[in-house]
């Protein structure tokens, strides 16, 4: 049976080709030269780095792309600030070949995934906020049918 760190580990060399979200969950995918794309899926808080600066946190889903717009309406329709930087990044993802360099599991479940074209690097991070063991955080699955899910902490994947 695999880790939930070797699995993280296993991203290694994969393209990381988008950041979207699905409610307020944020999803990173991962595509292989050969072989089944993997997702993270992450309830908990991520920000999304390039160097120093947050090019993307998933606090950005609570403010309108236009501002004095209706926050919940913004969030309905897709037009937060996250989605509308989401969108540019998965462009740029898409133009550039964004292969992953590390990826790694730290102290408190921190996911920590950077992906680098060239000299040009973003990480992608995690931040679990929650003390209970059963209270999901991240998961890490290929997308196929019956893919065994690597869900941090992994108490939380137990039915």
């Known amino acids: ?8 580990r296993g991203l290694a060399g994969m ?10 969950m944020v999803v990173a995918v ?17 920000r999304v780095m390039h160097g120093n600066v947050i090019l ?24 937060t600030m996250f989605d509308v930087r989401a969108k540019s990044l998965t ?6 070949d964004y292969r992953v360099i590390v990826a ?10 950077e992906a680098a074209n060239g000299s040009d690097s973003i990480r992608l991070e995690a931040i679990p906020m929650s003390s209970g063991p059963q209270v999901e955080s991240w998961r890490l699955f290929a997308l196929e049918k019956d893919a065994e899910h690597f869900v941090f902490p992994e108490a939380a994947g137990r039915d």
């Open 104 to 113: 790694e599991v730290g102290p408190g479940g921190l996911l920590a995934v």
């Open 56 to 79: 993307i946190g998933s606090y950005d889903t609570h403010h309108p792309r236009v501002p004095g717009t209706d926050s919940d309406e913004s969030f309905e329709k897709f037009t």
């Open 30 to 46: 991962f595509r292989p030269d050969a072989g089944v794309e993997h997702t993270i899926h992450a309830p908990c808080p991520v």
């Open 15 to 24: 393209r990381l080709v988008e950041i979207r979200r699905i409610v307020d």
């Open 1 to 8: 049976m695999t880790s939930i760190a070797e699995a993280v």
């Open 91 to 96: 462009s740029s993802l898409a133009e550039g």
